[in-house]
């Protein structure tokens, strides 16, 4: 019979974790289908000002020579609606796992939760996971949406590409999540903090305008910024707006920056969580 070693049973551990604490939180969303309609149909009417501000800037809706100068695409509304899908999981990330510490003690499952003995951070990891199944659920269905009023269209080679980009994202999300969240450690508090980063990713990444559009220094905050290289990357690929190399450099920046915040993530949650205990503060929730 094969012995199971230390490092098997603790990605065993750490697995089943993560799969717990999605597998709740999924139930939970089940349980409150009134969120499901909300985050499906409300953000449709949230990038609608964003796509008559596109009309403003060149005149129409359809083709504009003047928007391909600045993006190197033609199509100004499907530039906007891609900007806000993905940043619908920076909302998530930033939200929903920096508001979660909050919820648990909410619902009176925070002492169990501290006080077992797995790592938190793979419990934050599950919260993470279950948002960005939600957050793809809703992507599909706003993009579907959005093929039907707006016409945008996407063609079949550039899925698997684009998902793998995605994926990228969400990685890099974790890292600042975990980070969010071990601020709200030390805070109790997170949600003025997410909300100061979600104007961070919506002012300086090129979410609805191009990045070449800020000035130099708020360039520089932008090129930071995750979904800055996810938007590109999707952008090039499905507009076929950027050279294979530009899409590849941005790729492999996205990857460096997801292991920077997932390294980073990790060590100040960890560290934050025996600060917190060693310190009693964590039980002033």
């Excluded at 996810?230 to 990857?255: C, D, K, Q, V």
């Amino acid at each position: 019979m094969k012995k199971t070693t230390y490092l098997e049973s603790s990605l065993n551990t750490n697995a089943f974790i993560v799969w717990s604490e999605t597998l709740k939180n999924i139930k939970f969303l089940a349980a409150y289908p009134v969120i499901f309609v909300f985050w499906t149909i409300f953000p449709l009417f949230w990038f609608i000002p964003f796509v008559l501000q596109g009309q403003a800037l060149v005149g129409n809706l359809g083709p504009s020579v003047l928007w391909k100068d600045l993006t190197g695409n033609t199509e100004v509304v499907p530039f906007i609606i891609i900007g806000a899908i993905l940043n619908g999981y920076v909302l998530n990330a930033l939200y929903g796992v920096g508001e979660s510490i909050r919820e648990e003690a909410y619902q009176g499952t925070l002492d169990y939760v501290l006080a077992s003995p797995c790592n938190k951070a793979y419990v934050l990891i599950g919260k993470v996971l279950s948002g960005s199944i939600s957050s793809t659920v809703y992507a599909i269905i706003q993009f579907t949406v959005c093929i039907f009023l707006f016409g945008v269209t996407i063609t079949a080679w550039v899925i698997m590409p684009v998902i793998l980009v995605i994926i990228l994202l969400i990685l890099g999300l974790y890292g600042i999540a975990l980070m969010l969240a071990a601020v709200s450690l030390q805070l109790k508090q997170a949600h003025e903090v997410a909300h100061t980063l979600d104007y961070i990713f919506y002012v300086f990444a090129p979410v609805r305008y191009p990045l070449q559009f800020l000035p130099f220094w708020a360039q520089v905050i932008g090129q930071i910024l995750p979904l800055t290289y996810a938007l590109i990357a999707t952008r090039g690929l499905m507009f076929n707006s950027e050279s294979p190399s530009t899409i590849y450099l941005a790729i492999f920046l996205l990857l460096i920056i997801d292991v920077a915040a997932i390294l980073i993530g990790f060590y100040l949650f960890n560290w934050m969580e025996k600060r917190t205990k060693k310190s009693g503060t964590i039980s002033h929730y």
